[in-house]
């Protein structure tokens, strides 16, 4: 089972920017596709953003396109999520994820089978 911790939430008000990390417990970590996902409160939970095994290639939902960026270290088993240009739209718990299905930088949320506890993203007006 991997085990994966968050850390980098807080409170920021909107036009600023937060750094998320995750590290992952698995060895195997390189050869897995790592992931963010967020849900804001009422609201189902959106796969924001992907990085594929290598870190060569990513995807990201609309949502967050051109604002947030997710990077990897491998040599470190870590995924961090730069979000800049926050708005309030944006506060929502944010997960960790990783896929043991796939290495690619996938769209599909059901690929990302494990999944961190989350840190709280607050932006406000």
């Known amino acids: 089972q991997v085990q994966l911790v968050e850390s980098g939430g807080g409170l920021v008000q909107a036009g600023g920017s937060l750094r998320l990390s995750c590290v992952a417990s698995?060895?195997?970590?390189?050869?897995?596709?790592m992931g963010w996902f967020r849900q804001a409160p009422g609201k189902e939970t959106e796969l924001i953003a992907t990085i594929s095994w290598d870190g060569d290639h990513t995807y990201y939902a609309d949502s967050v396109k051109g604002r947030f960026t997710i990077s990897r270290d491998n040599a470190k088993n870590t995924v961090d999520l730069q979000m800049n240009g926050l708005k309030p739209e944006d506060t929502a718990v944010y997960h960790c994820a990783a896929s043991s299905i796939t290495g690619v930088a996938s769209s599909y949320s059901s690929h990302y089978n494990h999944r961190g506890q989350g840190t709280q993203v607050t932006v406000s007006s």
């Open positions: 698995e060895e195997t970590f390189d050869a897995y596709s």
